[in-house]
Each structure stands twice: as structure tokens, then as C-alpha cells.
T-cell receptor, first 115, second 114 residues
Framework: DAGVIQSPRHEVTEMGQEVTLRCKPI?????LFWYRQTMMRGLELLIY????????DSGMPEDRFSAKMPNASFSTLKIQPSEPRDSAVYFC?????????????FGPGTRLLVL | AQSVTQLGSHVSVSEGALVLLRCNYS??????LFWYVQYPNQGLQLLLK??????LVKGINGFEAEFKKSETSFHLTKPSAHMSDAAEYFC????????????FGKGTRLHILP
């Protein structure tokens, strides 16, 4: 298995631009998680899906952030408009059924820099 | 709500010395507990997890952790540090029967001194 795939690996953009991050979970995994990692705040859960349905988006910082999962093999995290404080590493992770004791498998992350 | 505290954002040990990374949790019910490792420029990967079976859990790369309910702790240890252990380590907790998400600590960066 290729593991969780994220693209792009690096993104540099200017303030005000739209940014779209992409994730392909491991096949057969029903849970998908989006995290943000910064030096100041550590690893934060933004949103997670179960069977393509958003379950908890309480970690999404603002309305500028949105996430979708149109099918079981693809998810996007969009920031519009982007701001310098959005600069961070964004991770996607997936796990199998009934997640609490299940291992989460992380992608390599997207390093976002907003100028 | 559940939470996890990692003591020490940076820990340095000499190669060959004991590694001890501390984690204390707060949970209203018996928790599931995890240790993840993040190598530079990579995503997190699971080291080990406690899911209410044996209290001493063995993981990959010679790491182990012991669940101590009385101390609400789940410290990570390795008898002899290797240079390749240099990474950031995250403790995480989830509550059985609650949300399907886990809460990560802020991480401890382990430095190995030659």
C-alpha cells in the first residue's frame, strides 16, 4: 500500500490567494483526519470525516477554512483567502473502522508558507 | 475532557543512555493511549499503543511504555539510545466511548548526544 498521499508537499503563496491541499487516504480506511502543526500550537485536529461525512469540525479555525470529502479516496482542505498566520504543516491521516483504538496513519504533510 | 501533558519540550540524552519521555493524561474513563514518533520532514507514525490489555506495552525500535493508572502516566522508555532515535515524540489519548478522535500532546523533541 502506498500509504496516505498528500499533495502538494510544499506550497508557497501570497496573502489573499486561495490554497487547496489534497489527500488520498489508505484504501479501506473509513476515517480521515486533517491536522495542522505549528511551533506555537503543536498538532491540532482541524476536522475529521467518517465515511465521507464530516463528524467534527470544531477545530477549523475560521470560515476561511473548508474541507470536503467527495468520495472515499479523496479529500481537500481549502483556505480562502489565505493569511500569513496560516503558515504551517498540514497533515492528513486515516484509520480503519471505529477509530478510537485504531492506529492513525499519517501522510508526509504539506508545508504551507503564506507570504 | 481528555487531555495529555508531556513534560519537557526538549530532552537530550547521550548515545547508549536511557531514554525517558514523560506523559501524563487526564481522562474521565479508562483511556486508550498512544505514542507517535515524527522524524524530520515526515508524518507521524505509531510507536506503540495501550488499549487496556497488558500495562507494559512494547513498541517498535526497542521502545516501551507502562500504563500506571495510579499516577495517570504513560511514560516512554528505551534502555539504550541510538542516534537514529532523534525525533519528536507525541503522546496521545482517547476516551473509550466518546468522540472518535484522539488528543495529541505538544510533543517532546529528543536529541541524542554523541
Amino acid at each position: 500500500d502506498a500509504g496516505v498521499i498528500q499533495s502538494p508537499r510544499h506550497e508557497v503563496t501570497e496573502m489573499g490567494q486561495e490554497v487547496t491541499l489534497r489527500c488520498k487516504p489508505i484504501s479501506g480506511h473509513d476515517y480521515l483526519f486533517w491536522y495542522r502543526q505549528t511551533m506555537m500550537r503543536g498538532l491540532e485536529l482541524l476536522i475529521y470525516f467518517n465515511n465521507n461525512v464530516p463528524i467534527d469540525d470544531s477545530g477549523m479555525p475560521e470560515d476561511r477554512f473548508s474541507a470536503k470529502m467527495p468520495n472515499a479516496s479523496f479529500s481537500t482542505l481549502k483556505i480562502q483567502p489565505s493569511e500569513p498566520r496560516d503558515s504551517a504543516v498540514y497533515f492528513c491521516a486515516s484509520s480503519r473502522l471505529a477509530g478510537l483504538q485504531e492506529t492513525q496513519y499519517f501522510g508526509p504533510g504539506t508545508r504551507l508558507l503564506v507570504l | 475532557a481528555q487531555s495529555v501533558t508531556q513534560l519537557g519540550s526538549h530532552v537530550s540524552v547521550s548515545e547508549g543512555a536511557l531514554v525517558l519521555l514523560r506523559c501524563n493524561y487526564s481522562s474521565s474513563v479508562p483511556p486508550y493511549l498512544f505514542w507517535y514518533v515524527q522524524y524530520p520532514n515526515q508524518g507521524l507514525q505509531l510507536l506503540l499503543k495501550y488499549t487496556s490489555a497488558a500495562t507494559l506495552v512494547k513498541g517498535i525500535n526497542g521502545f516501551e511504555a507502562e500504563f500506571k493508572k495510579s499516577e495517570t502516566s504513560f511514560h516512554l522508555t528505551k534502555p539504550s539510545a541510538h542516534m537514529s532515535d532523534a525525533a519528536e515524540y507525541f503522546c496521545a489519548v482517547s476516551d473509550q466511548g466518546r468522540d472518535d478522535k484522539i488528543i495529541f500532546g505538544k510533543g517532546t523533541r529528543l536529541h541524542i548526544l554523541p
